[in-house]
């Protein structure tokens, strides 16, 4: 009896909780006490106008940003006061817009490149069965690939640490149509595998068949959250915040 209702508990835990978080770059004070859950296994899409305090959101939740206060729970432990690289230790990764590639490097170096720090940790057969163009292109410098490819790449290296739980940045932002297809496929992937996913994106057309739950932040805070079910109802009040 105290196993199973040990069990009910971890189940129950969220995989990410934020409470009340602020965030600071020098001076300028751009979350203003944002607070959310992700379920584990769950995908959640954080939309907003760029300058909303979107992709500060996940900087802020990996100790990225000059200054910030809340309570911030991965996998029910505080991380509050943890710097960035004993936060992934707990099983997070983070994908940035910016990628992230090192150019002097091949594609294989640059996926070898972050350790393995988890035992949930993709093989590298693993990670090329699910980005075959990354195997193609293993000898190809940095320079050399697409965007596409790079943004594949990046989210590759976060598999290949051992994260569970993923926060990506606008990763379909300036890609051709069928790169975003590619894109959106793997995403679909990855919650069949069971990968909790915070998405960052302000093109709600691609987060719609993908996310469980829809949060909009408008000047860093949270004006509006919407579980799928609730979507068609709730378009027209997320495109007005987005300014769509």
Not at 120 to 143: K, Q
Not at 155 to 161: D, G, K, S, V
Not at 173 to 196: H, M, N, Q, S, Y
Request: a negative charge; aromatic letters at 4%.
């Amino acid at each position: 009896m105290i196993a199973q209702t040990m069990s009910q508990e971890a189940a129950a835990t969220p995989a990410l909780r934020v409470r009340d978080l602020h965030a600071w770059y020098g001076h300028s004070h751009i979350l203003h006490g944002i607070s959310f859950d992700v379920a584990a296994g769950e995908v959640v899409a954080l939309l907003g106008r760029n300058g909303s305090g979107r992709s500060t959101t996940l900087r802020a939740i990996m100790n990225l940003v000059g200054r910030r206060e809340g309570s911030i729970l991965v996998a029910g432990r505080e991380t509050a006061r943890l710097q960035p690289h004993h936060i992934s230790r707990l099983g997070i990764g983070y994908c940035p817009e910016e990628r992230g590639i090192f150019a002097s490097l091949s594609c294989e170096e640059n996926l070898l490149l972050p350790p393995r720090i988890r035992d949930e940790a993709m093989r590298d057969d693993e990670i090329y069965a699910l980005f075959p163009n990354l195997l193609r292109r293993r000898d190809a410098p940095g320079t050399k690939l697409s965007g596409g490819e790079q943004q594949m790449l990046a989210i590759a290296r976060i598999l290949r640490t051992g994260a569970r739980t993923l926060l990506l940045d606008e990763i379909s932002e300036g890609l051709a149509p069928v790169i975003v297809d590619a894109l959106f496929d793997l995403i679909l992937k990855l919650r069949e595998l069971g990968f909790t996913i915070l998405l960052v994106e302000q093109n709600l057309h691609f987060t719609a068949p993908l996310a469980d739950r829809f949060i909009v932040i408008e000047r860093g805070k949270v004006a509006l959250e919407v579980e799928a079910r609730d979507l068609e109802a709730s378009t027209a009040a997320i495109e007005r915040l987005l300014g769509v």
